[in-house]
């Protein structure tokens, strides 16, 4: 607690479905916070108060410094500092590990990849379903346990999606059904 303000580490997960040609079917952004001791990020420190956290979050994206996004939990709300990452950059981050997970794929069986790859503070974690189906999830803290449980629920959520007669194989998800099940899953698990 700095000066009666209380500090949460937010967290922030991204999911992306992929088909087997790497074609983007659903993608996820999930926040999840936690207590935190009062230290700051050396960028988000030196940024003046005034200055936005989208110019924070971009500072940090591209001078590669951990972002472990922190917010201040006031009685106004929360005000997101540092962290931030742009989606550009998350979405460059998950294809760069492409390349990677198919290259695990050949050496391992297994259907959850557990990590396969890391950028700064991303790490790339996959599930890879037996019709080549890749589901990758970017992620700043380890929880194997969790992200194993929470890629087994995706999966399940995806198969009752495509056994649903509505939905053309290999099209993005738009179910909003789909949607609040996976956020759910998310805030149960990771």
């Given amino acids: 607690m700095i000066g009666g303000v209380r500090l949460l580490q ?10 087997p040609t790497d074609t983007p079917l659903y993608s996820l952004t999930h926040y999840s916070s936690k207590p935190t001791p009062s230290t ?17 979050g971009t500072l940090t994206a591209l001078s590669g410094a951990s972002s472990a996004t922190q917010a201040h939990h006031a009685q106004a709300g929360t005000v997101r500092l540092g962290g931030g990452q742009d989606r550009h950059v998350i979405q460059m981050i998950a294809n760069a590990s492409l390349d990677v997970i198919e290259e695990v794929m050949r050496r391992d069986s ?71 099940r996976v956020r759910a899953s998310a805030k149960k698990y990771l």
Avoid: C, Q
């Fill in 10 to 19: 937010v967290m922030s997960h991204h999911l992306f479905l992929l088909s």
């Fill in 40 to 56: 700051a990020s050396p960028l988000s420190s030196n940024l003046p108060s005034w200055s936005t956290s989208a110019f924070a």
């Fill in 110 to 180: 297994a259907m959850y990849l557990k990590s396969v790859d890391k950028f700064n503070e991303w790490t790339v974690s996959a599930f890879v379903t037996p019709g080549n189906f890749k589901f990758i999830l970017l992620h700043e803290a380890k929880n194997d346990d969790g992200i194993r449980s929470f890629f087994n629920e995706v999966w399940e959520l995806y198969v009752k999606t495509m056994l649903n007669p509505f939905h053309t194989m290999h099209t993005p998800i738009r179910s909003a059904v789909f949607d609040s």
